[in-house]
């Protein structure tokens, strides 16, 4: 029966509901030593190869403790080492490695930061990261209540942002890359429940890699906003050329406000993503600071505080840009279609005046006409005429009473009638076949 219920599922039911188990809290007791490092993809390299170059990555490391690497398809892994334990993560943009191990139980914070598990992976595989380390952390998990000797030892004089987390634990801080080039935390466990250390201390990682991604954004919108900047200036010129310019201007004036639009589809197509993601890593950031539930300590700013004062301006920044973006490429398409609004104007008033033109040469053609159709009814009626007086001059010479020169003049007008007629007859017939 149990094979028959399985065979009924969907092809992904089991994938599916393993997802959200995919991504377990590290457990963790205090004191603990964690070192956070997460690898940014490679800059020159294309989205589409950034989980292979992560597998990799792993792999290399999983040789050199001879440990076997997880499949090219899986996207976490844990392991435990023996001296140390490993959580590696995949992301859409970068991989995490989260390496723990048991810290001296006495130790102050400028020892224990001094001997954190950085120190069990190689030093050949660390230098591999060669530019593309986005953030890195050591994250000391103390027993007890924060002691200020031992915040001052770990963050030399910083300025400390704190708080009370999660209803049992401490969080401890400076946000600043220290000279061994690594931020720092420090995490009490003061009345915490199983688990909620590791919960806490992922929370914290996540807050801090998630921060630099969405960062990531900034130098863009301030190299974006420069770009905008002349684009929103030549488009100025060229409307202004547009409102007082000649209309013989205006294919110029069309093509250089296209080439702008170009310019602009360009570093959309170029930045949008950067501007999405960042968005996208800035919410995650706020749920991850929702969900510390931090209670003030008197005269410590919160992380959230933090946050909203520093990182929060930067995100504006990013957004103001995106929108900027949005909204010039509305005003080109706008300033496009009045221009090529004006440019059909002028092409229609051209073709009124060609229409006007071939009217008037219709009109002369038809007088025209009219005068040659005459001078033919006089032509073929000389002849006519001519012929019947050739006709009446044979007749008289074979006897028949009969003027010729009288007989040709009265017939004269009845030719010309009877040619006119005929004329007139014929183009009526060749107009209803035309028009048949």
């Known amino acids: 029966m149990t094979t028959a219920y399985q065979s009924l599922s969907h092809p992904q039911r089991i994938p599916l509901a393993a997802e959200i188990h995919s ?18 993809r490679d800059g020159d390299g294309p989205r589409s190869a950034h989980a292979s170059g992560q597998h990799a990555l792993l792999a290399q490391l999983c040789t050199h403790f001879g440990v076997a690497a997880p499949h090219v398809a899986a996207n976490h892994f844990y392991h435990d080492f023996g001296r140390f334990r490993l959580k590696w993560e995949c992301h859409t943009e970068f991989a995490t490695y989260t390496i723990t191990h048991k ?12 001997r954190m598990p950085l120190a069990q992976l190689p030093q050949s595989w660390i230098l591999a990261l060669h530019g593309r380390l986005i953030a890195a952390s050591h994250v000391l998990l103390a027993r007890g ?21 999660m209803q049992g634990g401490e969080l401890w801080t400076d946000f600043i890359i220290h000279p061994d ?5 420090v995490l009490c466990d003061v009345d915490m429940r199983a688990q909620q250390a590791g919960r806490l201390a992922q929370r914290v990682l996540e807050i801090e890699t998630y921060r630099m991604m969405a960062l990531l954004g900034l130098p863009v919108a301030r190299t974006v906003g420069a770009a905008l ?22 294919q110029t004036l069309l093509g250089r406000i296209t080439a702008l639009a ?30 510390l539930r931090e209670v003030r300590t008197e005269g410590v700013p919160t992380v959230e505080e933090f946050m909203d004062r520093r990182l929060t301006p930067a995100m ?39 229409l006007q033109s071939m009217d008037r040469r219709a009109a002369q053609q038809l007088r025209l006409q009219q005068a040659v159709e005459g001078l033919s009814v006089a032509a073929i009626s000389y002849y006519v005429v001519g012929l019947l007086g050739y006709a009446g001059k ?40 035309t028009h048949g």
Not at 181 to 185: D, E, I, L, N, P
Not at 271 to 279: Q, V
Request: hydrophobic share 50%; aromatic share 6%.
């Open 262 to 291: 170009a310019r602009l589809e360009r570093l959309s197509l170029e930045h949008g993503y950067r501007f999405s993601a960042s968005k996208a890593y800035y919410r995650l950031v706020k749920a991850r600071i929702d969900e």
């Open 145 to 165: 209540a924060a002691d200020p000797a031992l915040l001052q030892a770990g963050f030399e004089g910083g300025g400390l942002v704190g708080a009370r987390v």
């Open 103 to 114: 810290a001296a139980p006495d130790a102050d914070a400028g020892a224990a930061f001094a």
């Open 316 to 354: 504006n920044t990013c957004e103001a840009v995106a929108a900027r973006l949005d909204a010039l490429g509305r005003r080109i398409a706008n300033v496009n279609d009045l221009l090529r609004t004006r440019v059909s104007i002028v092409q229609e008033d051209q073709n009124r005046r060609i």
């Open 394 to 433: 044979a007749a008289k010479a074979l006897g028949a009473h009969l003027n010729p020169e009288v007989a040709t003049g009265a017939l004269v007008p009845v030719v010309a009638a009877v040619v006119w007629l005929g004329l007139r007859r014929m183009h009526r017939r060749m107009h209803e076949r």
């Open 23 to 40: 991504r377990p809290f590290l457990r963790l007791e205090a004191p603990e030593a964690i070192t956070h490092l997460a690898v940014y």
């Open 229 to 250: 900047d002349d684009i929103e200036a030549e488009l100025a010129t060229l409307a202004a050329r547009m409102v007082d310019g000649a209309a013989a201007d205006d």
């Open 181 to 185: 080039g690594f931020s720092r935390f």
